[in-house]
């Protein structure tokens, strides 16, 4: 039995089963002219408040005025995020004692204060383990020691993922007490002026590479009414072996520091050299853009299942006198092109055909510099979070062949697991877990914005498990270009199953609880879900 008769003989098996509407029909060319041309040069890498920002709005605007949809913002298809657009000088140093490290070789640093300057000076150094304060799992690395003024170093990841015990915070599934954005956020409640962490291939999940590309150009923040001021000063990466030279010259040694830092009652160790670094920033505000239309309800149209890609990537960078255009073909133009697939079925159908609830279908900015249109989106949505009844998030996918099996993230989370399970069953496929847990990907893309705000959410992501050189050579670089030979059936099949849950969601009076016991959860339960 082909592929596609499979895939449509499930999907028709479902749909008589739910009383949905009919099967998504894929239009092949349609989508490859669109990540064709979102990936192209001219779009420069799709950055925020760049021409290829402007390009990537008017494509997606025209797109969903074609299909018919209207603008989910009161009729506007744009919703304007103000930004600080923070471009730090590479041309500083940092010096600690006698040791100087040059930025991108062996450290980054950026702010993100709206400050033309931040400047360490003799600014006294801690290690603090893996910067971890984490009442529920009894821990505290910044127990007995104050931090305030000061530069912490301190570790990767977690402890579950460096002892492998499940016993551990949550074993080698990471927690988001080890995502660089709480290490940063934990440091900053503590009062640290300067934040490095300790980068390694495996407990990071991405080469030295990654970092540097993300951290060495221009990234952007939101801005509060303090210009920031709340944030660390500086939030830094030391390459290992750097770590190692600035942690030798107190006396200490890496490896028996991160062996005690496993342990729970682990004590801060003050180093005794100092750091001194002066970050010189060039600031611009400007107002970036969420995208997203909606197709209204025609029972409930005043709840809402939200279809989402993120639509920027990370522009251009400069390497050996080279500008390469990072294009961001799979990460995320396939996505982008995914949701406007699945619009189009939408609007496609007929009046009698179409869903209960209203779909809105989005794509926001920044997700690449940390979920920055996520956060807007959630903090100032089209309709009450609490009118949000999931959020499904596609954020790369699988351009070669379709395979048996869909990649959940996370496990035991909320219920939209079940409904995954449901869908690929109807394809016969298999629902596997996340290859790697350590990596933490559910906090790592728009989704998890909104689970802040309480909306349960899936994410279907495709970047590593079919294109095992991907991750190694295409993750964030320049090699991530759209090409014509890509067979497209994992995305063929992706999308009929999107379709299906979808449509359950958007026909039904379903609102998928969070299963287990988070702040996402209690933050839900605010809103009567």
Known sequence: MNLTFRLFLGLGLCLSAQAFAAPLTFDENAFREDV?????????????????????????????????????????????????????????????????????????????????????????????????????????????????????????????????????????????????????????????????????????????????NSNTNTKFTLVDDNNNQSQVGVMGWLQYAAAKQILAASGQDIEALKAAAMAPGFKAVPLTVKADLTLNNHIERAESHNVAAILPGNKNADEAVVMHAHWDHLGQIEEEGKTIILNGAVDNATG??????????????????????????????????????????????????????????IDGMNVGEGVDYILRYGEGVSELEAMLQDAAKAQGRQVKPDPRPQNGLMFRSDHFALAKEGVPGLLFMSLGDTDPDYIAHKYHKGADDYSPDWPLGGVKQDLVLMEHILSRLANGNDWPKWLEASDFKKRRAKDGR
């Open 36 to 212: 064709k041309t979102l990936a192209s040069d001219p779009f420069g890498g799709r950055a925020p408040l760049s021409e290829g920002e402007q390009k990537t709005l008017d494509y997606l605007t025209q797109a969903f005025k074609s299909m018919g949809l209207k603008g989910a913002f009161n009729g506007e298809y744009l919703q304007p995020v103000p930004m600080a657009k923070i471009t730090a000088d590479q041309s500083m140093v940092l010096k600690v004692g006698e040791l100087s490290f040059t930025p991108g070789e062996d450290f980054t640093a950026r702010t993100q204060r709206v400050v033309p300057r931040v400047e360490l000076s003799g600014s006294d150094m801690v290690f603090v383990g893996y910067g971890i304060n984490a009442p529920e799992y009894g821990w505290n690395d910044y127990a007995g020691v104050e931090v305030r003024g000061k530069t912490v170093v301190l570790l990767v990841n977690d402890p579950g993922f460096a002892t492998q015990d499940p016993r551990v915070f949550k074993g080698n599934a990471m927690t988001y007490y080890g995502r660089w954005t709480y290490k940063y956020e934990e440091a900053a409640r503590q009062g640290a002026e300067a934040v490095f962490i300790v980068h390694e291939d495996a407990p990071a999940a991405y080469g030295w590479g990654v970092v540097k």
């Open 336 to 393: 982008v092109a995914g949701v406007l697939a699945l619009a189009r079925h939408y609007a496609a159908l007929p009046e009698d055909k179409k869903p209960g609830r209203s779909i809105i279908f989005s794509a926001f900015t920044a997700e690449e510099t940390g979920l920055i249109g996520a956060q807007y989106f959630a903090e100032n949505p089209p309709l009450p979070t609490a009118k949000l009844v999931a959020f499904l998030n």
